[in-house]
């Protein structure tokens, strides 16, 4: 597709449980951005990758998160042992170069924890 | 601290009126800001932004001005549509500096009746 695909769109995972969110960012895209909307609030920055290297995770909340981009396309965003405030929509975000405005976003995933 | 405020938490208007967006920041350092509009269950759209060198930018029924010394900028919808009924985010960051992420308000739902 022409945009920025994301999956699951909706997970639901029990506390202490692993998941993995997916994002496959607009063909070519170098800048790839990870980001985290509660509710009620606007999103908020966990990390960013040009290509493969992951350049800055500085919003990462805990040690628990973990981001991926192997081959510096498709991403995955990892969170070990789930906690019930890590119930959010996580967003991915792509730009075409290093410093490009916009960024253009998926759809989210809805991540919720019992 | 939040940086990209958005005080109004919801605007309701009359079809064919204006509406009008309000942000402030309190980073000077920011010199590029974007809207983005957000319906239920999908991604942040972008929808228009502006550059810190104009004070004024226009993209059809959309218009954004920026006050610097003011730290504000504003969103106007003339008309507006029932189609425009959504969540407006405003984002301020740092133009062309690679990696660098959104920093988001936490919206205004825009509510448009025909």
């Known amino acids: 597709g022409a945009g920025v695909s994301q999956s699951p769109r909706y997970k639901v995972a029990k506390r202490g449980q692993d998941v993995a969110l997916r994002c496959d960012p607009i063909?070519?895209?170098?800048?790839l951005f990870w980001y985290q909307q509660a509710l009620g609030q606007g999103p908020e920055f966990l990390t960013y990758?040009?290509?493969?290297?992951?350049?800055?995770k500085s919003g990462l909340p805990s040690d628990r998160f973990f981001a991926e981009r192997p081959e510096g396309s498709v991403s995955t965003l990892k969170i070990q042992r789930t906690q019930q405030e890590d119930s959010a929509v996580y967003l991915c975000?792509?730009?075409?170069?290093?410093?490009?405005?916009?960024?253009?976003f998926g759809d989210g995933t809805r991540l919720s924890i019992l | 601290d939040q940086q990209v405020k958005q005080n109004s938490p919801s605007l309701s208007v009359q079809e064919g009126r204006i509406s009008i967006l309000n942000c402030d920041y309190t980073?000077?350092?920011?010199?590029?800001f974007l809207w983005y509009k957000k319906y239920p269950a999908e991604g942040p759209t972008f929808l228009i932004s502006?550059?810190?060198?104009?004070d004024k930018n226009e993209d059809g029924r959309f218009t954004v001005f920026l006050n610097k010394s003011a730290k504000h900028l504003s969103l106007h919808i003339v008309p507006s549509q029932p189609g425009d009924s959504a969540v407006y985010f405003c984002?301020?960051?740092?133009?062309?500096?690679?990696?660098?992420?959104?920093?988001f308000g936490k919206g205004t739902t825009l509510s448009v009746s025909s």
């Open positions: 975000a792509s730009s075409p170069g290093t410093g490009d405005q916009p960024q253009h």
């Open positions: 990758f040009q290509n493969e290297a992951q350049l800055d």
């Open positions: 063909s070519g895209h170098v800048s």
């Open positions: 980073n000077s350092m920011f010199d590029y």
């Open positions: 984002a301020a960051t740092f133009f062309n500096q690679a990696g660098t992420a959104l920093i």
């Open positions: 502006i550059s810190s060198i104009k």
